[in-house]
């Protein structure tokens, strides 16, 4: 999608190396084919701003794929006759900055979002070299889109998630866009004056910043190594093993 001026400036005037960073973005939309969700154009803005920025950007629409609901990492084992998670995992493990975008359906994210970060949760068992989770040293974000209440609260929760499993979340790490309550436009429908969002300054402006703060964020701690792992080496929390956080299948 076509950046803003504004949106362009900052791209070609940008002074740091973001070359050697990757980003994942999952785009959790209810619409089985990606060229119809209205959730993918607002994400596509966050996108094009890392593509332009130096990141190397891949995109995954969920339900271009069959990811099984579950909290293993391949539900085959688990009764299911098919699981597409295993082989998108290693994009995802590989990337230090992971953006989900959800639609917004009765004040929630979509279902198909609470399935992936259930499968986000389902690798949780797996540590860094550090003895870490190995979402350590990652950053996470979020963009919602809607035509009815509650882009802060998917944001909320889905945030609240990704740092409970270990990804850093930058300042402003949200955006969304919501249209008049009650039915009506989607953002990206053509309205009067064009299509519906485009121009509004708030969601341009909180993308933008939510944008630059992941990758601000991925490069520091790109940079440091990730975090120190005095006080959080699970694998050296030895009293941990009374509940079980040693054995890599641990659920909570």
């Not at 190397?56 to 579950?70: R, Y």
């Not at 969002?197 to 708030?202: E, K, S, V």
Request: aromatic fraction near 8%; glycine fraction near 10%.
């Amino acid at each position: 999608m076509p950046l803003t001026a504004q949106q362009e400036d900052l791209c070609s005037q940008n002074t740091t190396d973001f070359s050697d960073l990757k980003a994942v973005t999952v785009n959790c939309s209810l619409k089985r084919k990606p060229d119809e969700s209205h959730t993918r154009l607002l994400l596509s803005v966050s996108e094009e701003i890392m593509r332009k920025s130096g990141v190397k950007v891949e995109s995954i629409h969920a339900l271009s794929h069959q990811i099984a609901p579950g909290v293993y990492p391949d539900m085959t084992e688990h009764g299911w006759d098919r699981d597409d998670w295993p082989k998108l995992w290693p994009s995802i493990e590989s990337a230090d900055i992971l953006i989900l975008a959800t639609p917004i359906w009765l004040g929630e994210e979509s279902s198909v979002c609470r399935i992936l970060i259930e499968r986000l949760y389902g690798m949780s068992g797996m540590l860094n070299a550090k003895g870490q989770s190995l979402y350590y040293g990652k950053v996470g974000g979020t963009v919602v889109t809607g035509n009815e209440d509650g882009v802060k609260h998917c944001a909320m929760t889905t945030l609240y998630a990704l740092q409970h499993l270990g990804y850093t979340i930058p300042p402003q790490a949200d955006c969304g866009w919501i249209g008049e309550a009650g039915p009506g436009a989607s953002y990206g429908d053509e309205g009067e004056n064009g299509p519906v969002g485009f121009d509004n300054d708030f969601t341009q402006r909180n993308t933008t910043i939510m944008t630059w703060n992941l990758m601000h964020l991925a490069r520091i701690l790109k940079d440091a190594g990730g975090y120190p792992n005095h006080g959080n080496n699970r694998e050296a929390w030895k009293a941990g093993c009374r509940f079980g956080y040693e054995n890599p299948d641990y659920r909570s």
